[in-house]
């Protein structure tokens, strides 16, 4: 290399530092100086809010009674493209009681790694059971950590809100015999 190439290289390179750290001095002081609005924020001390239709992790609503809405009719799995849903029906008896219908769900799971939450199974709910929600911090470690169980999508309820499966098969009782 002659000299005259190393020393144009070597004021091209020292160009190209005082350019890129001229931009980072910029922003810096832009930033510390609060010349401009800031676009990022702290998370996750800070979150953004969420668009209304977001759709993240599924959530079993209850009714207001705490009786769970869903019936275990199984139209979400054949709604889901993914074919991630899994729904294992049982009977309601009058001593155990978990839905106002004849069915409930006693096994309810879905694969979160197969789920491309498109909300069809939200859409084929006939009683609301299954809604996405906002929560979207969803990693975890295993795979076996992303098969999500019915403990995990059912909505807490209050005890004070749970009606005795006694009083709903009285109540079922007389509306049989009506
Ligand atoms: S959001 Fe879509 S892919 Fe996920 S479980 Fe529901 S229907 Fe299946
Ligand atoms: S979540 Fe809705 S569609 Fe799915 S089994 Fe329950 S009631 Fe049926």
């Not at 832009?30 to 401009?36: A, M, S, V």
């Not at 409930?104 to 006939?126: H, S, T, V, W």
Request: aromatic residues 10%; hydrophobic residues 35%; glycine residues 6%.
């Amino acid at each position: 290399m002659s000299l005259g190439t190393f020393l144009k290289s070597t004021i091209d390179g020292a160009n190209a530092l005082r350019t890129g750290f001229g931009i980072t001095f910029r922003h810096y002081a832009e930033q510390q100086l609060k010349t401009k609005p800031v676009d990022t924020i702290q998370y996750p001390e800070e979150r953004r809010e969420q668009y209304p239709r977001t759709r993240w992790r599924h959530v079993l609503t209850r009714y207001d009674n705490g009786l769970e809405k869903c019936i275990g009719c199984s139209l979400c799995a054949g709604a889901c493209p993914a074919r991630c849903i899994y729904v294992q029906a049982a009977e309601n008896t009058d001593e155990q009681r978990f839905s106002p219908g004849e069915r409930y769900a006693a096994k309810y799971e879905i694969n979160m790694l197969r789920c491309i939450f498109c909300g069809f199974c939200q859409d084929a709910c006939p009683t609301g059971a299954i809604v996405l929600r906002k929560d979207f911090e969803l990693s975890d470690y295993t795979r076996e950590d992303f098969l999500y169980t019915k403990e995990m999508f059912l909505e807490a309820a209050p005890m004070e809100t749970m009606i005795p499966a006694s009083t709903i098969g009285a109540m079922n009782r007389e509306n049989a015999a009506k």
